[in-house]
Nanobody, 124 residues
Framework: QVQLVESGGGLVQAGGSLRLSCAASRRTFSTYAMGWFRQAPGKEREFVAAISWSGGSAYYADSVKGRFTISRDNAKNTVYLQMNSLKSEDTAVYYC?????????????????WGHGTQVTVSS
């Protein structure tokens, strides 16, 4: 079992920045690939970014590429999502997820463990 706790969400003006954190409970965190997903009201959960176990590989949704950066610190059991140049359409609940194994996935079904989410609201 892996418990994930997100933090760092909030209200920000368009063009601003936020940094989300996701702390994992398990010492074997480094053996999990990690992903960030988001879900806006009335919409399905969608992929945002993912990172491999080592941090050597990352992948982004086209909608956030060039604005968001995913990273991880395995010594701290934490994955981050740096969000810059935020837009109103980025408003959603953001979830981090863990997938056992070395490589990341792009679909929610590929992840076994989920946090409870953190709200990000971007005002225009």
């Amino acid at each position: 079992q892996v418990q994930l706790v997100e933090s760092g969400g909030g209200l920000v003006q368009a063009g601003g920045s936020l940094r989300l954190s996701c702390a994992a409970s398990r010492r074997t965190f480094s053996t999990y690939a990690m992903g960030w997903f988001r879900q806006a009201p009335g919409k399905e959960r969608e992929f945002v970014a993912a990172i491999s176990w080592s941090g050597g590989s990352a992948y982004y949704a086209d909608s956030v590429k060039g604005r968001f950066t995913i990273s991880r610190d395995n010594a701290k059991n934490t994955v981050y999502l740096q969000m810059n140049s935020l837009k109103s359409e980025d408003t959603a609940v953001y979830y981090c997820a863990a997938r056992p194994g070395l490589e990341f996935g792009l679909r929610p079904i590929e992840y076994d463990y989920w946090g409870h989410g953190t709200q990000v609201t971007v005002s225009s």
